[in-house]
C-alpha cells in the first residue's frame, strides 16, 4: 500500500508523460502501434487515442461493423472513455482502438473518429451502432458520411416507457422496430398503434419517426450489421473492463490495464480458434453432407447458427419454378401459411443466391430459404457464395499468409520465444552464480540493475527525473472534469461537504454537548451522577456472600426472605 501511494505521489505532474513513454515502449516492439494527443489549454492533455497492431488488422477484417459507447469513473481525472469495439468472426466482441476524451461534444468525438480513420488507413465502416447521443450522431455524418447509422433498440424502448408511460405502446412499438415485414404492413402497424394509444400529436413520437431509417428493421433490412441490434455489447465490454481497471488509476496504469483486458479478449479467441480448428461435431440433420461442409467452413459459433437454420428448412417448400431466364427463380411458401412467400433466385453461372427475406445480406448467413432451395438441387457442398469470410475458419489466414511471406512472425510469439531461451539461459547462470554468497550478490545487482535500465527504455518504467517533472515532454496531466455520467461523490471539485456536529445543549454547530461552553458545568456534574448510576447498578449485580458465623440472633422471620434470592458461598 505505501509503495502504490509512493508511486503514485511521484506520478504527480508526469502521469501523461510517463504514458506517453509506455506507448512510446510498445511502438518498438509494434512497428504499428498508434496513439495520437490533443492539448487542451495550458498544454494539459485533453483527448488521447491509440490502437495497436493487432487492433487494426481485426479492423481490416472485421471492420464493415462498428460500435462505440463512453464508460466513466475509469480513472482518478473522470475522463470518460470511448471504447471503438466490433464483432469477430467467433460471433465475439473485439477492440478496434481506444480514446481519452475531456468531454462528450462532438469536437471530440470528430476528433477521435478521425484519428480512428487515420489509424485504419482511411476505411471507414458500412455500419456504425449508437446509443443516439446527438454529439456522436453529427460526428459520424461528418467523420462516415455514407455508413448507416443505427440506433439503439434497447435505448429506444427505454426511453419510449420514459417518455409514453404506457405499456400497451411499449409493446407495439416494439412490435413495430423488431418485426420483420412490409413497408406497406410496418404503416398500417404504425397508423394502428397511434389512433389506439393515442400519441398522434407527441413530439418524441413525430421525431422519432422522422428517424425511422435509423431504428425500423422494415427500412434497415438488407444492410450488414452482422446482428448488431443493442449497444450491450459495448456494456458488456465496460463490465468487463472494470474487472482490470479502477477509478483510482492515472493515465499510465489505465493504459497498462486495458491493455491486460485485451489480452484476456485476445486469449478467449485464441481458445475458440482451437476449439473450431480441432474436433468433430455430432451431427443432427438429415443434410450430412451439407452439414459437414458447414463445420469445415464456418466457426463453431456459426455453424451452430448455420445449423438451425438447416433444421428449419423442411418448415417451408417450394411451389414453383421457373428456369426459362437466368437467374432461376423459386417460389417458397410456410407449411400451412399460403399467404407467407419468398422468392429465392439462383444465377446458375456464377452460382450466387438471394433471396427476398435478405437475410443473407443482414446477417451473412444463408437463410432457410436458399437452403431449402440448395435441398432441392442436391447440393452436397454449400457454395462459396454463401460462406462468408468474416465468418469462416480462414478468415485470418491470409494476414498470417502474409506475415510468412515477409518473414515476420505475431511479435507476441516472438516475445514468448525469446522469452523462453532466455529464461534457459538465466537458469544456467543462476547455478554457477550461488555457488558463493560474493558471485550471487555480484551478479544480483548486474541483473538488476541492466533489467531497471531496460524497463526504462522500452517505457516500462519511469525515469526519477521524469517522475518527478514533466518538462521534457511538456504535457501536463489533465484537469478533473464532470461528465453526465459523474456521481455526486464524484464532482469535480472534491467531495462532497460533511454535515456540522450540532450540540444538543445549546442548539449550536461546531462542537458537542460534552465541550458546549454554555452548559460546561451543568454537563459535567450530569456526568458524574450519570457514572455513578452506572458504577451503583454494576455493584448490584455482584452476588452477596454471607458466612454462616455472621447470621444476627434476633433476625426476624420476616426480614429474613429477603436474602432467599442470594445463594451461600462453598465452604
Known amino acids: 500500500m505505501y509503495n502504490e501511494i509512493r508511486k503514485q505521489r511521484a506520478l504527480q505532474g508526469g502521469d501523461v508523460s510517463a504514458a506517453i513513454r509506455y506507448l512510446e515502449g510498445l511502438a518498438r516492439m509494434d512497428g504499428k502501434m498508434f496513439w495520437r494527443y490533443k492539448l487542451g489549454a495550458g498544454q494539459h492533455l485533453c483527448n488521447l487515442f491509440w490502437s495497436d497492431g493487432r487492433c487494426q488488422e481485426d479492423y481490416g477484417i472485421f ?11 475509469r480513472n482518478k481525472y473522470n475522463l470518460p472513455v470511448v471504447v471503438l469495439s466490433g464483432v469477430n468472426h467467433h460471433n465475439q466482441t473485439c477492440v478496434f482502438g481506444t480514446a481519452m ?7 471530440s468525438y470528430i476528433w477521435v473518429l478521425r484519428q480512428f480513420l487515420e489509424c485504419m488507413q482511411g476505411k471507414a465502416p458500412h455500419s456504425v451502432i449508437t446509443d443516439g447521443d446527438p454529439a456522436m450522431r453529427i460526428a459520424i455524418q461528418s467523420v462516415f458520411p455514407d455508413a448507416h447509422h443505427r440506433l439503439c433498440a434497447w435505448h429506444l424502448l427505454r426511453n419510449a416507457a420514459a417518455n409514453i408511460s404506457d405499456p400497451r405502446f411499449t409493446q407495439m412499438f416494439r412490435h413495430c422496430m423488431l418485426a420483420d ?26 421525431d422519432l419517426y422522422t428517424k425511422k431509417h435509423a431504428w425500423i428493421t422494415t427500412y434497415i433490412r438488407g444492410r450488414f450489421f452482422a446482428g448488431v441490434r443493442t449497444t450491450s455489447r459495448c456494456e458488456s465490454l465496460h463490465a468487463k473492463l472494470g474487472r482490470f481497471v479502477e477509478s483510482r488509476y492515472g493515465v499510465l496504469e489505465f493504459v497498462r490495464n486495458f491493455q491486460r483486458c485485451v489480452d484476456f479478449l485476445r ?11 480441432y474436433g468433430t461435431p455430432v451431427l443432427q440433420t438429415e443434410f450430412i453432407e451439407l452439414e459437414k461442409s458447414g463445420w469445415t467452413r464456418f466457426t463453431r459459433e456459426m455453424f451452430l447458427r448455420y445449423r438451425d437454420s438447416l433444421k428449419r428448412c423442411v418448415r417451408v417448400r417450394i411451389y414453383e419454378f421457373n428456369d426459362s431466364e437466368n437467374p432461376h427463380a423459386y417460389t417458397l411458401q410456410k407449411y400451412r401459411r399460403p399467404e407467407m412467400n419468398w422468392k429465392v433466385y439462383r444465377d446458375h453461372i456464377s452460382n450466387r443466391f438471394s433471396c427476398t427475406c435478405m437475410r443473407m445480406e443482414s446477417f451473412g448467413i444463408p437463410c432457410v430459404h436458399i437452403l431449402s432451395v440448395c435441398v432441392r438441387l442436391d447440393l452436397v457442398e454449400i457454395p462459396e457464395s454463401l460462406v462468408l469470410r468474416r465468418w469462416s475458419k480462414a478468415s485470418k489466414l491470409e494476414i498470417h499468409n502474409q506475415c510468412g511471406e515477409q518473414h515476420t ?18 537458469k544456467r547462470l543462476g547455478r554457477v552464480a550461488c555457488m558463493s554468497d560474493e558471485d550471487f550478490k555480484l551478479y544480483s545487482d548486474k541483473v538488476m540493475s541492466d533489467a531497471l ?3 526504462i527504455k522500452y517505457g516500462l518504467r519511469p525515469s526519477t527525473d521524469d517522475m518527478t517533472t514533466a518538462n521534457d515532454c511538456e504535457v501536463k496531466d489533465p484537469i478533473r472534469v464532470r461528465t453526465k455520467g459523474t456521481g455526486r461523490m464524484s464532482q469535480a471539485g472534491g467531495s462532497a461537504s460533511k454535515t456540522k456536529r450540532k450540540c444538543s445543549t445549546c442548539g449550536k454547530l461546531g462542537h458537542r454537548k460534552t465541550i458546549c461552553p454554555n452548559g460546561g458545568a451543568q454537563a459535567s456534574t450530569r456526568n458524574k451522577e450519570s457514572h455513578a448510576g452506572r458504577n451503583k447498578r454494576k455493584r448490584s449485580k455482584v452476588p452477596i456472600v454471607v458466612p454462616d458465623n455472621c447470621w444476627p440472633e434476633n433476625a426476624c422471620q ?5 436474602w432467599e434470592n442470594f445463594s451461600l458461598a462453598d465452604p
Open 63 to 73: 471492420g464493415d461493423v462498428l460500435a462505440f459507447d463512453a464508460t466513466y469513473g
Open 101 to 107: 476524451v475531456s468531454c462528450e461534444s462532438q469536437e
Open 181 to 206: 415485414m412490409e413497408i406497406e404492413e410496418f404503416e398500417a402497424h404504425w397508423e394502428s398503434m397511434l389512433n389506439e394509444c393515442g400519441v398522434r400529436e407527441v413530439e418524441w413520437v413525430k
Open 267 to 277: 486469449d478467449t479467441e485464441d481458445e475458440l480458434d482451437f476449439r473450431s480448428w
Open 409 to 426: 512472425a505475431d511479435p507476441s510469439v516472438t516475445y514468448r520465444t525469446r522469452l523462453g531461451a532466455f529464461s534457459q539461459l538465466c
Open 453 to 455: 535500465f531496460l524497463e
Open 558 to 562: 420476616a426480614g429474613s426472605d429477603k
